[in-house]
Nanobody, 126 residues
Framework: VQLQAFGGGVVQAGGSLRLSCVASGKIFSVENMAWYRQVPGKERELVARFFRWTFGDTTEYADSVKGRFTISADNSGHILQTIDLQMNLLRPEDTAVYYC???????????????WGQGTQVTVSS
């Protein structure tokens, strides 16, 4: 299983960026995909998570990004494999390396496991 992240870069405070993540490989089912971020010297923290349940999709956000960031996915009703994170009204404190993650099954009997993509740098200048 591979998670490939796209986007990131440098933006001024108040600006916007969009991150995308694509999961590929041996995927049977995906419970959720998420974005985390980490700054040097601090623990990795959850930014936003997208769940695909049999009854529908749900999302959750860190308090610090609510109202500014939006996580979304395509292929509604199908296996969750691509997520986007639209980041608006960016602040210098949003500067971090952003990581894509997924909790998924590789087969019907594999049990669910966590997978991580490579990080992508987001820098917000003041």
């Amino acid at each position: 299983v591979q998670l490939q992240a796209f986007g990131g870069g440098v933006v001024q405070a108040g600006g916007s960026l969009r991150l995308s993540c694509v999961a590929s490989g041996k995927i049977f089912s995906v419970e959720n995909m998420a974005w985390y971020r980490q700054v040097p010297g601090k623990e990795r923290e959850l930014v936003a998570r997208f769940f695909r349940w049999t009854f529908g999709d749900t999302t959750e956000y860190a308090d610090s990004v609510k109202g500014r960031f939006t996580i979304s996915a395509d292929n509604s009703g199908h296996i969750l494999q691509t997520i986007d994170l639209q980041m608006n009204l960016l602040r210098p404190e949003d500067t971090a390396v952003y990581y894509c993650a997924a909790t998924l099954w590789t087969s019907e009997n594999s049990g669910k496991h966590d997978y991580w993509g490579q990080g992508t740098q987001v820098t917000v200048s003041s």
